[in-house]
């Protein structure tokens, strides 16, 4: 056997998960043919989190799957799993976080203040995972905070079939700020050629207040559908909905792929004049907060395929050209 060949090969594949997100974990197995790793979570009366592997993983090729959204037992959960996991003789751990934690405390933009994102990235790594699987980060080079192998898959693939399936005649994308002009570029293009963009240019003087102050780029008599990579609270939707409409726009619709929506945010959207949010499934939503404006994709089946590549060592890039 070559070295190249025994470079190529990994051990068995073995998908575990931690109780964050439970329904994907189990739809991505699903996709996979494979059956969950046998493994106990549990909480013990003081708060505290047991982990326990029950089936020997020795030589595998070990994923787990978490998202790391708060409380922060989710991200102390995936770092219990894998020292299990690495202790226990795993050939390779890949943490396979849909949603990544504390990537929006990306830099040190005050005095006194952490770079949480880099913590969290530190941690992972010192826990013994290998490489990480995350989807739509919030700031993409948050990659470079990891000194180990990491795919940045995007939902843009999920989302683009959804819509072309729907019809974007007559429609325009709206980049939520500059920082997402890009992002929301390269979707507008993926939808069609020659696809309208238009911008919002906000000012937000503190955490969670966004104030919008303009829009740039023609929206009058379309419908606006708003790109963004989460929805938190859904103030900023929700206002800049608002400003679209006062610039012509027909309707506002919203498409992001994490839904954390705080608080009462789903309320806000009930009452907002956003027409429909659209979000995929990397986060758990409670059946309370499914109202009928909210639109929820899958996105099982691109993880799977990534991680059968991953798996097999070939191009994930690919998956999204």
């Known amino acids: 056997m070559s070295v190249r060949e025994r470079g190529n090969m990994q051990g068995e594949l073995k998908i575990f998960h931690g109780r964050a997100n439970v329904p994907l974990a189990l739809n991505i197995c699903e996709h996979l043919g494979v059956r969950p790793g046998a493994a106990e979570v549990r909480t013990f009366a003081d708060g505290e989190i047991r982990v326990n592997i029950m089936e020997s993983v020795r030589g595998s090729d070990a994923f787990v799957i978490q998202p790391t959204q708060p409380p922060a037992d989710n991200l102390l959960e995936l770092l219990l799993m894998i020292d299990a996991l690495r202790r226990a003789s795993a050939e390779r751990i890949t943490a396979v976080i849909p949603y990544f934690g504390y990537a929006r405390q990306d830099r040190k933009d005050k005095p006194r203040v952490p770079i949480s994102a880099k913590l969290v990235a530190n941690l992972i790594e010192r826990a013994g995972a290998d490489r990480v699987l995350t989807m739509e980060l919030h700031a993409e080079q948050i990659q470079g905070f990891f000194d180990i192998p990491v795919d940045h898959l995007y ?84 206002l800049a909905a608002r400003a679209l409409l006062k610039h012509g726009a027909r309707s506002v619709m919203a498409v992001a792929t994490h839904a954390v929506f705080s608080g009462d945010a789903v309320q806000k959207f009930q009452k907002s004049p956003l027409d429909e949010i659209i979000v995929t499934d990397t986060l758990p939503l409670p059946r309370k907060k499914l109202v009928r404006k909210i639109r929820v994709l899958p996105v099982a089946s691109l993880f799977a395929d990534t991680i059968l590549r991953t798996h097999r060592s070939e191009s994930v890039s690919s998956l999204f050209m």
Do not use: H, W, Y
Request: with cysteine.
């Open 155 to 238: 939902s843009t693939p999920v989302l683009v079939d959804f819509f072309l399936k729907r019809g974007v005649d007559g429609c325009t994308v709206v980049a939520p700020d500059t920082g997402r002009a890009n992002r929301a570029r390269g979707f507008a293009q993926r939808l069609m050629e020659k696809m309208p963009l238009a911008v919002i240019d906000k000012r937000r003087p503190e955490p969670n207040k966004a104030v919008v102050m303009n829009v740039v780029g023609e929206v009058e008599g379309l419908d606006a559908i708003i790109f963004d990579d989460m929805v938190d609270t859904g103030k900023t939707l929700i």
